[in-house]
């Protein structure tokens, strides 16, 4: 039986250099027969390290589920997957969780956030998991850094829905990633509250130097980032630089 898995001799095109995630011919399929949907249909992406990507595209369109797939919650049904270094290609649910671990941070519309810690214990977790030498000092600093020092001993049923997702923000990019995956990151939130979380996460890549692959439906909120492709019906239907007022050159 042969293997789509790449060997020491067949690299992963794109894998390479500052390139931090590369997928080919991606594919993703649930259910069986009659029964089958096909959500992803031959996706490939080169992201290099320090972009930010952002992913638009209508509701089932297939965007959430690249980033699945890509961020290793899910196992794609088919094609190479290289990502922060990690062959994700083939793995199951326990390599998929190791891959991840200090390699991806990931930020979701709920925030996901465990009731039972306090956002202290919510941060220093993956921390410990990444195995961090002293990492409720640690989740201290990242709780200061997304200004929420004086709510460390706070629940989350305790916070706001923009206090929770400074938390998540927080415990994402704790571990210091290599790539922060973000899912409609502002989708719980009012507007006002939304513009501050924005804020606040694109200032702490700029510190941490962790490339965003920024999940969204909103065109304004894609068109601060370096790049835009549009999903549409499980396909890359289009890929662009975002166009800026200092690129544009007079006629």
Same mark, same amino acid.
Request: negative net charge.
């Given at each position: 039986?042969?293997?789509?898995?790449?060997?020491?001799?067949?690299?992963?095109?794109?894998?390479?250099?500052?390139?931090? &995630? =590369?997928?080919?011919?991606?594919?993703?399929?649930?259910?069986?027969?009659?029964?089958?949907?096909?959500?992803?249909?031959?996706?490939?992406?080169?992201?290099?390290?320090?972009?930010?990507?952002?992913?638009?595209?209508?509701?089932?369109?297939?965007?959430?589920?690249?980033?699945?797939?890509?961020?290793?919650?899910?196992?794609?049904?088919?094609?190479?997957?290289?990502? =922060?270094?990690? $062959?994700?290609?083939?793995?199951?649910?326990?390599?998929?969780?190791?891959?991840?671990?200090?390699?991806?941070?990931?930020?979701?519309?709920?925030?996901?956030?465990?009731?039972?810690?306090?956002?202290?214990?919510?941060?220093?977790?993956?921390?410990?998991?990444?195995?961090?030498?002293?990492?409720?000092?640690?989740?201290?600093?990242?709780?200061?850094?997304?200004?929420?020092?004086?709510?460390?001993?706070?629940?989350?049923?305790?916070?706001?829905?923009?206090?929770?997702?400074?938390?998540?923000?927080?415990?994402?990019?704790?571990?210091?990633?290599?790539?922060?995956?973000?899912?409609?990151?502002?989708?719980?939130? $009012? =507007?006002?509250?939304?513009?501050?979380?924005?804020?606040?996460?694109?200032?702490?890549?700029?510190?941490?130097?962790?490339?965003?692959?920024?999940?969204?439906?909103?065109?304004?909120?894609?068109?601060?980032?370096?790049? &835009?492709?549009?999903?549409?019906?499980?396909?890359?239907?289009?890929?662009?630089?975002?166009?800026?007022?200092?690129?544009?050159?007079?006629?």
């Amino acid at each position: 039986m042969t293997s789509d898995r790449p060997t020491a001799t067949e690299p992963l095109p794109g894998a390479a250099g500052d390139i931090v &995630i =590369a997928a080919e011919n991606v594919t993703l399929s649930l259910g069986r027969g009659d029964a089958r949907v096909d959500i992803l249909k031959g996706v490939d992406l080169r992201v290099a390290a320090g972009e930010r990507l952002a992913i638009l595209g209508p509701s089932g369109s297939g965007k959430s589920s690249l980033m699945a797939v890509l961020s290793g919650l899910e196992q794609a049904s088919g094609g190479r997957i290289m990502v =922060a270094g990690a $062959d994700m290609t083939g793995l199951g649910e326990d390599g998929l969780a190791e891959a991840r671990r200090g390699r991806i941070g990931i930020v979701l519309q709920a925030f996901h956030l465990i009731p039972t810690m306090t956002a202290l214990e919510n941060v220093a977790v993956p921390l410990e998991l990444a195995g961090h030498p002293d990492p409720l000092r640690a989740a201290r600093d990242e709780l200061e850094a997304v200004g929420l020092a004086q709510r460390t001993g706070h629940y989350p049923a305790q916070l706001s829905g923009g206090e929770q997702q400074r938390v998540a923000l927080a415990r994402a990019l704790g571990p210091r990633p290599r790539i922060l995956f973000a899912d409609e990151p502002t989708g719980n939130l $009012d =507007a006002a509250t939304g513009e501050t979380i924005v804020a606040l996460m694109f200032r702490r890549l700029q510190e941490t130097g962790a490339t965003l692959v920024l999940i969204t439906h909103d065109s304004g909120l894609a068109a601060r980032c370096d790049r &835009i492709i549009t999903m549409r019906d499980g396909r890359i239907v289009s890929d662009s630089p975002v166009e800026r007022a200092a690129d544009r050159v007079p006629a």
